[in-house]
Structures are given as structure tokens and as C-alpha cells.
């Protein structure tokens, strides 16, 4: 790390990464990535036991079907090197009760057969519905507008005000004005575990994004997640980069209102301090302004989750399980809220989320399963400042008493899968913080609430040459966070960084210093010359 970097990255989450390879391939800088962990990729990262692997936050991907634009922007960063495989038609099965509902890649099928299911709902349907492709057709633009230009920014907001108003509701608010039926009302609303906010405290925005991402269906990459860091690192290399882990950011250095550098801490507790002339954050906006000390922007954090990792000494598939991802939901507006910690050790928590991503792989042996729950902040605060794998006694008998009912509950939906169990790991969100260094374990960034919405995070910063990246300038999910690097590339080109980024995509072949190097409107420094 004693090179001299155009660009210093705090994070290799896709956000992180997306950034990077952009900056690397497009504009020909040496771009150097920090990750506090061992491992690079944020919440793609995987991890092994015996040879059964597990992504800890990669199950699906949406918006990635060949010829779209999210597809040609995923094929760009990663150098077009990562395969990837798709899930079932009928991608997630939602199960509330007795009931249940396989739903299909294409919002126009879905209407069509909710309608045919509820009748009686049919109007209803069509309003959400047509309010949910309002939103995808321009809300995006509207995120984006804070990371572009002021003039264009302002433009976007003036005429997507409709848009913008509608996206302030919260998502139960919407569907209780267009559907009256409990158990639709479930269906519509029972994937908000996606991005973590449950529909009571949601933007009715954010879920109607997230939902049209899957339009086209899902997709998972083949080899796991940890593909995506591989490929970004050989993009890096190729430019004279790298991506450096085991390297914890105290502090980013900041001189006269301007980011010169940051402050690493190494895994032996040395610590250095880097320099260059753009820094770019990937840990989330709370924890970006802590580390340059600004006063902490005032969001809440999206809750973390407890996951259950099982292998398998089986094929699933014998018991009927096809790769499709299966949601859980206690009946009764029970089923959207966060889990408390009696809830994780009871018969039926609120929310659920089972997958089976190497049946998507086409494995052959050591299959996988994962089970995952989004728990209330406070569930496991009392182990806080504990060491991770020597929290007591009294935590390892909780986590086994999870792990136990989660075991009895997944056997009862798919029969015979607790017969085929050779080995189970539980992570808590104590966990996820340890790994991830976001307060409580946050897995979505900031929480996707109308005040998220009205806060305009964008890529700039009150501090000139440093930029943020990721979910929180986006959408939550490994798809949003690509796109907040996207966005964030974009905020140093002017006007035109983003069309020129998608025309590159499009294109599908590398164009060396297409952006132009301008100082945008306000804020951000550009990308400097080599």
C-alpha cells in the first residue's frame, strides 16, 4: 500500500467495488480498496466449513436478465467475467398459514393471477399495481438526482414531484387504500424482508423498487458471491490497483473542509495513515460522517438478522425443493414486525426467509440451506462488548435453543430436510457487526423510511473529495448497492457521467478515459488525471 492511488476506497461491499472497477476501467486510476475483514466483498463475501459453502448476504439478484441495463452495468464492473445462473420462474413462495403463493417473474402475471385468486380485489390490484410501475419508471431518477449536477438534480425533483409524494407513504398506508383482503394484503407486503423495514415504517417507494427489480425474474451467480470480489481484484490489478484486506479505517483525514486520507488500523493494531486525492466511503452514511467527523446525520439504521447456515448430506431436490426461495409469515399484521428474541425460540416467529442457493447452482454434493430472521435491535444487547466466539455460556445455550426451533420449523415445511443435516452454524447480529463494523449488525444501511427519502442522500459530501457509495445512496440489496456506485462514478463526470457509464455498459467493452474530468456543480472533487 506504499503506492501512490488516484483513489482510496473504505469498503469492498458492491457499492466499494462497483466504484472502483468503474474508476479503474473508465477513467484509468489506481484505485486502492480497504476491507476491514479477511475476506473482500462486504455482504457477498462467502465463507467454508468441510467444503459446504455460504453466502452471508447474497440469496438472490433481481434486474439482471440478458439485454437490460442493470445486466450490461453488472457484465461492465465485473469484467464481464461472472456467470450467472437463474432461479425458478416462480422464484420466492410466500406461505402464510395454510395459504401460500409462488410468484412469478412478471408483475402483468402476477395482477393477472392475484385478480383471478381475489376478484373481489381486482380493482384494488390495478391501482397498486399502476403505482408501483409509476414509481419504477422514475423514482430511480429521483435517487439519482442528488449525485448529479445541482440544475439537474433540482429538474428531476420538479418533475417527479407526484412520484416523490407518493414514495413518502408508508407501504402499508398504500396497500390498505387499494386491498382490503388480510390474506392479499400478506402476499403483496410479505417479502418486505428484502429491505428490511417492515411495511408499518416503510417508503412506499423503496418497496415498489425493490419489487419491479424482480421483473424478469432472479439470478444467482455462479461460484457464490465471492466471485464478484475476485473479479473486481483482477480488474484493479489490470490498472495498477488492489484490494487490501485485514485493514480497519479509525478515521478519514480531513484538512481545510478537504479529504486528504485515511487512518488505517492493521490486524496486529499498527496503525498508518494513506493518502490520495479522492476518498470514496462504502460504510454507510452514519458511519462515513463519524469517521470525518460530522455530526451524525440523524437516520436510523435498518435492523440485522439471525441466520441459520445448514449442510446437507442430501440433494434437497429429492424432497421437491427446486431453488426457489420460501417466506414464512405468522398470519395477522403479527408477521410484519421484527422478531424479538422470544419470537426467534418460538413455533412461529413473525418473518422467515428460507433459500437454497447451491440447488441453483446445479451442485451435485454438499448442498446448503440457509434460514434467516430479522431480529429487533435490542434482542441480543445484553452481549454487547463481548468477543466474537467467547460471549458465555448463557448466549451459546440461546443460539442452540434458536437453532433447534428453527430446525423443527424448517422440517415441518419441507419433511425429511432435518434428517439430511450434518452440520449447523447460527450467526446473531452480534455477528454481522463484528464482520461488518455497522452499529448493531445493520445489514441494509440506513432504514428505508419516508425520512430516509426526504434526507436526498446522494454521493456527495459536505466535504470536498470525499464521496459516499452504496445502499444508502440507492436502494437496499446487493442490485441497489451496485447502482449506488454507478451513481457514485457518475457524480464525478457532470451531466453526462451516467449516460456515458450506461453507453459504455451497453457497448460491453472497456473505454479508456471516457468521462470527462470536471468539477461537478457543487461538493465532490473530481477524479484526477493521472
Not at 403483496?188 to 424482480?214: E, I, K, N, T
Not at 424478469?216 to 458471491?225: L, S
Not at 490520495?276 to 466511503?281: D, Q, Y
Not at 430472521?373 to 434458536?402: D, H, V
Amino acid at each position: 500500500m506504499t503506492g501512490k492511488y488516484d483513489v482510496i476506497v473504505i469498503g469492498s461491499g458492491m457499492g466499494g467495488l462497483t466504484f472502483a472497477s468503474l474508476a479503474a476501467q473508465l477513467q484509468d486510476k489506481r484505485v486502492l480498496v480497504l476491507e476491514q475483514h479477511w475476506q473482500a466483498g462486504g455482504f457477498t463475501h462467502a465463507f467454508r466449513r468441510h467444503g459446504w459453502r455460504w453466502d452471508v448476504g447474497l440469496h438472490y439478484l433481481g434486474g439482471l436478465a440478458p439485454g437490460g441495463t442493470t445486466r450490461a452495468l453488472f457484465d461492465l464492473f465485473t469484467g464481464g467475467s461472472v456467470a450467472l445462473a437463474p432461479l425458478p420462474d416462480r422464484y420466492d413462495v410466500i406461505h402464510c398459514g395454510q395459504d401460500h403463493y409462488a410468484v412469478p417473474g412478471d408483475l402483468a402475471r402476477m395482477e393477472a393471477e392475484l385478480s383471478a385468486r381475489f376478484p373481489h380485489e381486482a380493482a384494488g390490484l390495478a391501482r397498486y399495481f399502476a403505482l408501483t410501475r409509476r414509481i419504477n419508471r422514475s423514482l430511480g431518477s429521483a435517487l439519482f438526482a442528488p449525485s448529479g449536477p445541482v440544475w439537474l438534480g433540482a429538474l428531476i425533483r420538479w418533475t417527479s414531484w407526484r412520484t416523490l409524494r407518493l414514495s413518502r407513504r408508508t407501504t402499508a398506508d398504500v396497500v390498505a387504500d387499494c386491498v382490503t383482503d388480510p390474506a392479499l394484503r400478506h402476499i403483496l407486503v410479505a417479502r418486505w424482508g428484502d429491505y428490511g423495514v417492515p411495511p408499518a415504517a416503510s417508503s412506499f417507494g423503496y418497496h415498489a423498487l425493490v419489487l419491479g427489480s424482480y421483473r424478469g425474474g432472479a439470478w444467482y451467480p455462479e461460484g457464490g458471491g465471492a466471485v464478484i470480489a475476485r473479479a473486481v481484484a483482477g480488474v484493479l490489478r489490470a490498472n495498477g490497483g488492489a484490494i487490501h484486506t485485514n485493514c480497519r479505517v479509525r478515521r478519514i483525514l480531513v484538512e481545510n473542509g478537504r479529504a486528504t486520507g485515511v487512518e488505517i488500523e492493521d490486524a496486529h493494531g499498527a496503525t498508518s495513515q494513506l493518502h490520495a486525492p479522492l476518498i470514496v466511503s462504502d460504510a454507510g452514511i452514519r458511519r462515513t460522517w463519524a469517521l470525518a467527523g460530522l455530526p451524525d446525520p440523524g437516520l436510523v439504521n435498518s435492523p440485522s438478522a439471525v441466520t441459520l447456515y445448514l449442510g446437507l448430506s442430501g440433494d434437497p431436490q429429492g424432497l421437491g425443493i427446486n431453488g426457489a426461495n420460501h417466506w414464512f409469515v405468522k398470519p395477522g399484521a403479527t408477521g410484519e414486525r421484527l422478531a424479538s428474541l422470544a419470537d426467534l425460540v418460538s413455533d412461529t416467529p413473525p418473518m422467515s426467509f428460507v433459500s437454497f442457493s447451491s440447488v441453483v447452482e446445479g451442485a451435485t454434493t454438499k448442498h446448503t440451506a440457509q434460514v434467516m430472521m430479522l431480529a429487533e435491535p435490542e434482542a441480543f444487547s445484553r452481549w454487547e462488548g463481548t468477543n466474537w466466539r467467547a460471549r458465555g455460556a448463557e448466549y451459546e445455550a440461546l443460539k442452540a435453543q434458536i437453532t433447534s426451533a428453527a430446525i423443527v420449523r424448517l422440517d415441518r415445511a419441507f419433511p425429511g430436510l432435518a434428517a439430511m443435516i450434518a452440520w449447523q452454524e447460527l450467526s446473531t447480529p452480534l455477528t454481522v457487526a463484528r464482520f461488518t463494523g455497522h452499529a448493531g449488525g445493520s445489514i441494509y444501511g440506513a432504514a428505508v423510511t419516508p425520512a430516509r427519502l426526504e434526507a436526498r442522500i446522494g454521493a456527495r459530501t459536505p466535504i470536498v473529495g470525499l464521496l459516499l457509495t452504496g445502499a444508502d445512496i440507492c436502494t437496499p440489496g446487493v442490485q441497489g448497492a451496485m447502482m449506488g456506485g454507478v451513481f457514485a462514478a457518475a457524480a464525478t463526470a457532470g451531466a453526462a457521467g451516467l449516460p456515458r457509464i450506461i453507453a459504455a455498459a451497453r457497448r460491453g467493452r472497456r473505454a479508456a478515459a471516457m468521462l470527462p474530468q470536471r468539477l461537478p456543480a457543487s461538493g465532490a472533487l473530481p477524479l484526477p488525471h493521472p
